[in-house]
DNA sequence: TTGAAAGCGCTAACAA
DNA sequence: TTGTTAGCGCTTTCAA
């Protein structure tokens, strides 16, 4: 039974009484036109032969395999995934497929990812780097469109599409002090990404109203990074009333940490985030986060990618206002989930 | 500069002075053995001139692209993102590459998915479907190869993967049951799901306890799915002490609403999900939850469908013990996570 | 051990 | 409007 022969276009070109070209014009509406009775004709004949065009040959004429690869940093990350999730619904509304990879914070993995993406020719490849400052010279070298996410714009020459980390902690630090806090400790991203304007935005919202900077402890973007992080900070008995977690794995983690301590969480330790995932939605209490504006950069991503491999036209490097997305742990009404 | 000529398999050759097909012979070490000196002189050239070959072009040679594609149901499920990387990591392992996609609880979503994977030609497709019922008969008469995920086993022809539901959800209601419960309600799975073993294991181990079958409420299996139901399920004042999910999204959502309720857990309501995803470890209290072998699961899914797609062996459905991960929600010790 | 060459199935330039 | 055909870059059979 596996031995049934694909229909392959010649099979329809027969059957339809035409040449194979025809079958091709139709299939691509172009580039020559098809006389209507003719097109009927071949359209009939593709559905009952059955017929799918085979796209390792269409990629192969073609050099593209109409495929985005997409390499993430890290895997429980609640943000990466809505990001996964939108990429890959802007990426199909244009017929394109996501290859997805995850580099599990391994920079070997990352490269691995990268060099079997080239080897297969994608289209392009967005890349959530583990390092501060990613080695994508040989993706460039074969010719293959690279975006950066969630990056400032590390490196000039490579565009890139990320939230306004510095004025989105700002923000939420603000907001914090907006709400009485003097004492606010901050969890960090991994010490390599020493550019993150998250820390930066953090430090001028505290001079800015004559705070001192509290305590900053770097960690993994994953829950249990936060979790850890905020351990060591509440056993640091450092009079700390608030706490900034760059991202909504932290923040959870950092409840969580919270709880186990008998805290009570906003009165005694308030938290916000950064990142506006649905995780922290959920939360109890619901996690105050600046949201990121997760489905405009997954479609500014794929289309900057695109413009790239067609037009050789300058990369651009994306920045994106984060909204607070205000609930129950940093003082604020709790309201009900949505969504 | 976009127009430097990318670097072909006959450019090796005349470099190396040898044939085109004795590069091959070196890519793929074989099916001709060649001299060493010569082989040498292959690599040598591959490495200078910086040369990949074009996976498309092999993929039309051998019909094969070495890629699997991945439907799922749903978006914000933790244990769907959980398998989705482990899956990710099994294929990889062999080789293969990975095209993600999500049907967003869209029946028309996951035909279309699945049409486009059948068009690439992908090597086998893993199907988490929306229905109980996929129809798949189209991807089947394309020869590729299908398996379905987290689905008991729903169609004797294809292939399946997942874990025992009946048992698991039995395990689950038994140790709420040992807590001393005696009134356990149920948040199950969508509607159209009538297969779906967790109900009976549900009811099952309440009759054998001579216990009341529980108010039932059906839900998607999301966080707001959970979270709509439990409302619903503690609105009702049905003397309701616990409460059993389908999945751990669900499981944080009646969190949430219990802890919105104002009831204490587990001393109110006690929970116990499925799963065992990392989410529900960083939950407060931490959700007890009956996991699931993902990485086993994943390991085997690809294994099957390689093993399909190569001898017409018959397809197996294996089905995975679960475990209990108890936790604070169920009323158990609420160790620190871990991960 | 090496090489020549026949395709894999498709797109699109060119011819009719 | 339709047909003929030359590749795209690779694998592998068959011949040397």
Redesign the pocket.
Known sequence: MSTRK?V???D??RYA?????????V??K??????????ARVLEAIRVLG????A???A????SQEIFGLVLSTGGNALFVELANAIEDAANALGFAVINTNSRESAAREREHLRNLVNRRVDGIMLASVEAQPDISEVARAGVPVLLLDNGGSIESVPSVGADLEAGAYDAVRHLIDHGHERIGMISGPPTDLSDGREAGWSRALAESGLPEGPLVPATPKRFGGYKAAKRLLASGDGLTALFTSCDAQGVGALRAVHEAGLRIPDDIAIVSFDGSTEAEFTWPGLSTMRQPVEQMAEDAVAELLALRDGGRAPTHRTYPTTLQARGSCGCVDKDPLS
Chains 1, 2 share one sequence.
Not at 51 to 54: C, F, K, S, T
Not at 60 to 63: G, R
Request: no cysteine.
């Open positions: 694909v392959v276009r010649e329809v070109a009484n035409v040449s194979p070209a025809v079958v091709s014009y299939l691509n172009g580039p020559k036109r098809v006389r209507p009775e003719t097109e017929y799918r065009p085979n390792a040959a269409r192969l004429k073609l050099q």
